[in-house]
């Protein structure tokens, strides 16, 4: 059984930053994709960004030069370093673990960006 476990949520002022991170335990794949989306009030979850264990990254549009997706794979956790915070991407941010066809996803955490 797969168990993925985000941190680093909270409450940050516009044009601030915050560092996600998400650590996978259980019976994992060593070829898989880790990966962070979120989920907005009264919006679809979105991706934000992707990186395989082989390093390749994805990001969406709106995470392109602001955000960093890195991820250390002797310890099953993937990083999302989140800058120049704008109040739309306040959302709940959940953590993906990708392998053999199978999505197994975190409980979430919360990014408030507020004044």
């Known amino acids: 059984q797969v168990q993925l476990v985000e941190s680093g949520g909270g409450l940050v002022q516009p044009g601030g930053s915050l560092r996600l991170s998400c650590a996978a335990s259980?019976?994992?794949?060593?070829?898989?994709?880790m990966g962070w989306y979120r989920q907005a009030p009264g919006k679809q979850r979105e991706l934000v960004a992707v990186?395989?264990?082989?390093?390749?990254?994805n990001y969406a549009d709106s995470a392109k030069g602001r955000f960093t997706i890195s991820r250390d794979n002797a310890k099953d956790t993937v990083y999302l370093q989140m800058n120049s915070l704008k109040p739309e991407d306040t959302a709940v941010y959940y953590c993906?673990?990708?392998?053999?066809?199978?999505?197994?996803w975190g409980k979430g955490t919360l990014v408030t960006v507020s004044s």
């Open positions: 993906l673990l990708d392998f053999h066809g199978m999505d197994h």
């Open positions: 990186i395989t264990s082989g390093g390749y990254t």
């Open positions: 259980g019976s994992i794949f060593e070829s898989n994709t």
